[in-house]
């Protein structure tokens, strides 16, 4: 339906191309116009549909096996903390089910280069099309880092220094080739051309040039793996350290949410399609070469979690683990920094929108933390997820994030659009409402503890004032104290995925 929906505006650039296509000469123009009339968000996407049978088809059938193994193993998770949910042992190495389904589901794509009944890709003027219709060497190598680092600790643990080194690794491997590096160059050439910092052009791999700020150092003489100047590219570095920051927080965001039986999966599956609206109306527009990875990367994301989902929601008999939160985290960054390919930043603010939930949630537990002066890496039981379980019950907790996801996504698909003014104030109200109201739940929490210890007010932040708590009850410490965690309530660990987590 909303594909259908969408079609009308896909409709519309395809007559903007076919107009710009008519002054050309004959035949070419007559092609132009063909393929235009042809391609729309629905047939692109039926196009690809095999995509995501072969992720889901492989995960569905992948995850009970690797549950075997698990269980044969003893790779379990027992349920020796009081606050988590589950009262038997669950078998963790559910991620390497979706590592499985992501793998089959671009080797899907690749045999259909050869094969083309598998897949009709989509008609494109970006040459060699064989080339950009595979899905890159960094994307897969980065992948299968984050999903081995997360499967030994999820077997024999690992220190968080050893995690944060292979999430580097795979940012610097995207850096590397070049994915998600031109995010930065969206806002980095507007703010220079409004200072009047001259811009230089440089020589890409490509024979091309590309505006960008820096300066070169010529050499007298050539110089391997240099060159014959030494070129500094500022859109280039801050594309990295950007990707770097994205993959870090996209990677442990993920981790974070994954508490509750069913929730990453089916958030990320949602965010997944919401991204492939996007990269679906880019690939009606032919943006650039990355169009078809773009495709092919959310439609074996949805697929894999979908796949997973069943064997995941409550009561589930299998967890993601580390293997899978993280894998999953990292594979939604990337595709959101393939969005800005071609320098549309606006549409990489529209992917975080999208996938906001794991970003607010980060962020709360961050200020949470800070206001009752607590570690960042000091585990609590008030992450949204916990708020909504204790109110809606876990599957009516994770119900409530599905649907939240879904008004995010679709807020995201909508101001990807351009000239959003409205819907980035619809998003500014949305996550404002969220985050006041868990602050505030956070904040009464500190109150009442701090009462209940006898220290009777606010934590050391009154500039050494009496507070009202020391001669009066305040409305919070008058009412009973925050009941004491479920036997089997979540909790986030640092470093390991949420007890309880899917």
Known sequence: MILAHLDQLGINIDRSLTAATEAAPGAAAATAEAAAELVTRTSIFNGYVGVFIAAFLTTI?????????????????????????????????????????????????????????????????????????????????????????????????????????????????????????????????????????????????????????????????????????????????????LIALFVLGGCNASNLIDGLDGLLSGVTAIAAAGILIIALGLAVADDGPRDTQRIVLALAIMGACLGFLPHNFNPANIFLGDCGSLLLGYCTVVLILMLGDTGKTHLVIAGLVIYAIPIIDTTLAIVRRKLAGKSFSEADADHLHHMLKRTFGVKGAVFTLYGIGAGFAALGVAASFGRARLVYALILIFASYIGVTAIKIARRKVIEEQTNAGTGGFHAADSGRPSKAESQPTPEAAEPPARPLAQHEPTDTPGRSTAGAG
Do not use: C
């Open 61 to 241: 059938i992948a995850t009970p096996l690797m549950r075997r193994l698990a269980v044969a193993n003893g790779v379990i998770d027992s349920p020796s903390d009081p606050r988590k949910i589950h009262k038997i042992p669950v078998a963790y190495l559910g991620g390497a089910a979706v590592y499985l389904g992501l793998v089959a589901a671009i080797f899907y794509s690749v045999m259909a280069v050869r094969y083309h009944w598998l897949a009709d890709y989509h008609p494109s003027e970006q040459a060699p099309l064989r080339i950009h219709r595979i899905m890159p060497w960094s994307i897969m190598l980065g992948m299968t880092v984050i999903m081995l680092v997360g499967l030994l600790d999820d077997i024999v643990g690992i220190s968080p220094r050893l995690k944060i080194a292979g999430q580097l690794f795979a940012a610097a491997a995207l850096a590397a080739d070049q994915i998600g590096v031109q995010v930065a160059r969206g806002f980095i050439l507007p703010v220079a051309e409004g200072l009047g910092i001259p811009t230089v052009e440089f020589a890409t791999d490509d024979g091309g040039v590309i505006e960008t700020i820096g300066f070169a150092i010529n050499l007298p003489t050539t110089l391997p793996l240099v060159g014959a100047a030494i070129e500094f590219d500022l859109v280039y570095w801050t594309g990295a350290a």
